[in-house]
């Protein structure tokens, strides 16, 4: 038997904005924007970023977590995101990433 405590806990995890889901790989909590397409009901960030990864002029990707939000699992596909800008309240229902994630920082052995 499923406890009412169990069905609340992923709408408390989805709507508290202090338990922010885990970010993608070189990602953040902001939305990219402008988008030039979006697609509605995705069911998860995997699946948005696949939705990315298959169309060639997808480069960053965006997708809203938060349950009661008009854009909840909406999966946005931007050509560019400005990772440098502060994040605000209204970014933290999203998480973005680049298409591929290139870390900078890691250095090729010779």
């Keep these: 038997m499923i406890s009412f405590l169990t069905l609340l806990l992923p709408v408390y995890y989805l709507n508290n904005p202090l338990s922010l889901p885990p970010l993608p790989p070189c990602g953040s909590h902001l939305a990219c924007t402008p988008s030039y397409n979006y697609i509605l009901g995705v069911l998860s960030l995997t699946t948005c970023q696949a939705i990315c990864l298959k169309d060639p002029q997808c480069k960053h990707y965006s997708y809203n977590y938060r349950v009661g939000s008009p854009h909840y699992r909406h ?3 931007a050509r560019e995101c400005d990772y440098t800008r502060q994040v605000v ?7 973005s990433a680049p298409r591929e994630c290139v870390r900078k920082d890691v250095r090729r052995r010779s």
């Design 75 to 77: 999966c946005y596909l």
């Design 89 to 95: 309240e209204e970014d933290k229902q999203w998480l």
